[in-house]
């Protein structure tokens, strides 16, 4: 039933960014011409597989990293929503000078220090719902394994094989 609810917040997590994105790329004044429509819907094609892309990496990267320390898992739920605002400006571009113009612009917007404290905010009341952290927060590594893994499936790769963390190798 858990697992099931998270799926369930993190598909709602990810059609409240779709939408926002959506609205974001509605035209200010009027319709633009066929051609622009093509074209626009070429490009959002794009940018949908390389977000998928990243997304993928994204959740890789925080189930081997939980794996090695299961506090990561908390850290990428704070830089979560920096990355998918990160992945929605860079995805598509096409040349190093887009890429460095859209990063340049999604710094400019989404990493004022009020955003970064509504994100983190957002993302603790998110950890503090989904976790037993509260009540039982001996739980907490084991469900951080947990969760990361589940967020890798969701995110497309199938490849979601828990892995014990690994031990520190001892000094000689």
């Known amino acids: 039933m858990d697992a099931e609810a998270l799926q369930l917040n993190n598909e709602i997590e990810r059609l409240e960014l779709e939408i926002a994105r ?16 093509v074209n626009g819907m070429l490009k959002e094609k794009a940018v949908a597989e390389d ?16 794996a090695i320390n299961w506090k990561y898992w ?17 995805a ?16 400019e917007d989404k990493f004022s220090q009020t955003e970064i404290r509504q ?5 603790l009341r998110n950890v503090s719902v989904s976790t037993n952290i509260l009540t039982a927060p001996e739980r907490m590594p084991q469900e ?26 001892p000094d000689h």
Request: glycine fraction near 8%; aromatic fraction near 6%.
């Open 144 to 169: 951080a394994l947990d969760h990361a893994s589940l967020a890798e499936a969701a995110a497309g790769n199938g490849s979601a094989i828990k892995q014990e963390p690994r031990e520190p190798e």
């Open 51 to 66: 977000n998928a892309a990243l997304r993928s990496m994204f959740a890789d990267h925080v189930r081997c990293s939980t």
């Open 92 to 107: 598509g571009a096409s040349t190093v000078h887009e890429m460095q113009r859209a990063t340049s612009h999604w710094f």
């Open 74 to 90: 908390v850290f990428s739920r704070l830089m979560k929503p920096l990355f998918e605002t990160y992945s929605e400006n860079v």
């Open 22 to 37: 959506l609205h974001g790329s509605l035209p200010v004044i009027g319709r633009g011409g066929h051609r622009q429509v």
């Open 119 to 123: 994100s983190a905010i957002a993302a």
